[in-house]
């Protein structure tokens, strides 16, 4: 769902919420953070991230504060300085109630305990790095499956591995292998016009994908119950549910 599938739903959801004025005890550290910012104090920026920060796949998430100290720049470059330097905490900043607090239409976020949970935003330097990555990805996979506009995710259950690609214009790609072959080798199932149906406002959404008389659901769960897999295929075959796997995330 280009960059951070989560965090671009959860923006889209956010739109149909109405912000409220931040209370003081969060302006306090949105103020720093602005404050910061302007500074490139990079530890005291570090030290409020919640790890792993997302970067736009297939970038490598931001992994701790090491990393982010030494990735800073390519994530807050000049623009995105700018952006945050010169917003106004009344006007600019918003709570939205348990998605937490946003700049803007979302380019920052933060949870209500001060802790930066989402940026966003991609530099010309992420934006390069990203279609460096993609044309490596492309080099490795069978070429029956090499041409996609952005990469989904990469699921796996206890059979099969699935790869999920955007293709553009609102249509996604599945395609599955037996978990125990390569991605570089002709996929056993290529399943082509798939669509993303979001499931609430809770960041939960799924990728439909119809052939004949089945439908293949790949369920990505970002809010479901404790120690739910994060992921989930379901078949069906005339409406009936024929296979059901957890699934866990290897990439996104």
Not at 94 to 102: C, D, K, N, V
Not at 216 to 228: N, P, R, T
Request: hydrophobic fraction near 35%.
């Amino acid at each position: 769902m280009k960059y951070l599938l989560y965090i671009t739903l959860l923006i889209c959801y956010s739109y149909n919420v109405t912000g409220q004025n931040l209370k003081p005890e969060y302006q306090k550290f949105i103020q720093s953070f602005i404050t910061d910012i302007k500074a490139d104090r990079k530890e005291a920026i570090a030290s409020a991230v919640q790890y792993p920060l997302k970067r736009e796949n297939p970038i490598p998430s931001v992994k701790n504060k090491a990393d982010f100290i030494k990735r800073y720049s390519e994530i807050f470059d000049a623009d995105l300085k700018k952006e945050i330097i010169s917003s106004n905490i009344d006007k600019d900043w918003q709570e939205m109630g348990w998605r937490g607090i946003m700049l803007n239409s979302g380019t920052i976020w933060f949870d209500l305990d001060g802790k930066l949970t989402a940026v966003n935003y991609e530099s010309k330097y992420e934006k390069d790095l990203k279609t460096k990555l993609i044309l490596s990805q492309k080099k490795k996979l069978h070429s029956s499956i090499a041409v996609f506009k952005e990469p989904v995710y990469v699921l796996e259950t206890s059979k099969f591995r699935i790869r999920i690609d955007d293709l553009g214009n609102n249509k996604y790609r599945y395609a599955s292998w037996s978990v125990k072959k390569s991605m570089s080798e002709k996929p056993d199932l290529v399943i082509q016009n798939g669509k993303l149906i979001a499931d609430g406002t809770a960041g939960n959404h799924q990728y439909e994908f119809k052939k004949g008389n089945y439908v293949y659901q790949c369920a990505i769960i970002i809010l479901g119950e404790k120690d739910a897999a994060p992921a989930r295929l379901v078949i069906y075959q005339n409406g009936k549910e024929i296979l059901m796997q957890d699934a866990k995330i290897v990439s996104r």
